[in-house]
């Protein structure tokens, strides 16, 4: 696939890579995705974010198929992460002429990717570049998902050029919404996976394009976005609004135990930390997938870890499931952790720390038991989980 044309003036020139099945390392691609670069055809002629560097050079003809090099008179950036900078350095280097318009953020970043100097103009936010017959608005977007992103709106053509915003790691050589197969469910993972610990950030900057007229938003990855546009836009509203607070507070108690010895001290933390205000859901690690518990995890109050020590480490399935939280907004949640162990009784602690790591607030020491639990040992067990719940009305 060459180029494709969006309107009059306005190309894509980016790369497809459907073989990609995991972006940065953990992001599941079932469908690959696309690096979107974009070419406006203004008197001043500007491209829009880059490629890969594994495209580089497949960029660059792609562009030269549609211009001469030496007439590009700007490289928006909207943000620096390689997916979209890795091809910047050898198109610099043949577009001469051109100057590199990003936030301050990006271009102090850039310095460090490039480790070359360049014609770079920082832009504020809400201020606007005359591209002689077009003109470009630039509006700030910090943590969409990094501190250095913004969008780039062309007023003429009403595009929202959103970057990594309403992207999709969805592979489909036809581009257009409505031309390509659903992407529905990987446009959601993608929110939920890249966007979702930024639910406050995302609602801050949606605000400020309220009032643009938008025909079209073209992203960084996968389909662009012309029928109905504001679809999408009350689809990111819609998931990063706050939900209202439940009635009661909910505790979610993962645990993983061999011999049910750390169940059973799931089951009496359970029953004290099930009160009048507080509700406690059991979940078996090992028999649960982590990413179907994203959403609970978000909207419980309190999460508590229960693990047995094997070979001197908590075990993979509770693993498993703290390692989800990284991608969640889950800052400041309060949690603690439980478990037994046979002699040295790590899994506890190990876990304590990862999730002091994550910056969730630790709010109460870990609880381990040895061996198997007496009656006696189960009512601390209680009291253990009645804390907690105590700990989530008081501040
Ligand atoms: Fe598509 Fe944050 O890079």
């Known amino acids: 696939m060459q180029t494709l044309q969006l309107t009059n003036d306005v190309y894509w020139a980016g790369a497809l ?28 002629p500007t491209i829009i974010d880059g490629v890969h560097a594994k495209f580089k050079q497949e960029h660059l003809d792609k562009l030269q198929s549609l211009i001469n090099l030496k007439d590009i008179c700007y490289v928006v950036v909207n943000h620096t992460e ?5 091809s910047l350095a050898l198109l610099l280097k043949q577009a001469t002429n051109a100057q590199v318009l990003s936030t301050k953020t990006a271009a ?6 490039l480790h070359s100097g360049f014609n770079g103009k920082v832009v504020e936010d809400g201020e606007c570049v005359s591209l002689g017959n077009k003109q470009l608005q630039f509006i ?36 257009f919404d409505d031309r390509v197969d659903d992407f529905s469910e990987d446009f959601r993972y993608y929110f939920e996976h890249i966007m979702g610990p930024f639910r406050k950030k995302i609602l801050e900057a949606l605000d400020k394009i309220k009032q643009l007229d ?31 607070s439940q009635s009661k507070k909910l505790i979610l108690i993962f645990y993983v135990s061999i011999y049910g010895n750390t169940k059973k001290m799931a089951e009496a933390i359970a029953k004290g930390a099930s009160t009048v205000s507080t509700e406690a859901k059991l979940v078996d690690a090992a028999n649960a997938c982590p990413e179907y518990m994203r959403c609970e995890i978000e909207s419980a109050d309190g999460l508590l870890f229960g693990s047995s020590t094997m070979n ?18 889950i800052k400041g949640k309060k949690c ?26 630790v ?24 804390d907690f719940a105590k700990s989530l009305t008081s501040f």
């Open 108 to 113: 102090l970043f850039l310095k460090n990717i």
């Open 336 to 361: 603690a952790t439980f478990g037994t162990y046979g002699w040295s009784g790590e899994a506890t602690k190990l876990m304590e720390d990862r999730l002091r790591g994550l910056k969730l607030n």
């Open 140 to 175: 700030h977007a910090p943590f969409w998902h990094w501190p250095d992103t913004m969008f780039t709106y062309l007023q003429e053509d009403a595009i929202l050029f959103s970057c990594d915003g309403f992207a999709t790691h969805f592979c489909d050589e036809r581009l």
């Open 214 to 244: 938008i025909q079209m938003i073209a992203p960084s990855h996968g389909p662009i976005l012309r029928t109905n546009p504001q679809k999408y836009i009350k689809a990111y509203k819609d998931w990063s609004t706050p939900k209202p």
């Open 312 to 329: 001197g480490d908590a075990i993979k399935p509770i693993w498993d499931m703290i390692n989800i939280l990284f991608s969640l907004n």
């Open 82 to 86: 390689m997916d979209h900078t890795g």
């Open 363 to 386: 709010v109460q020491p870990p609880l381990k038991i040895i061996f198997s639990p007496t009656e006696e040992i189960l009512k601390k067990c209680s009291i253990y989980g009645y």
């Open 17 to 44: 890579n459907s073989t990609l099945r995991a972006f940065d390392i953990v992001f599941q691609t079932k469908f690959g995705s696309t690096y979107n670069s974009y070419l406006i055809q203004a008197d001043k």
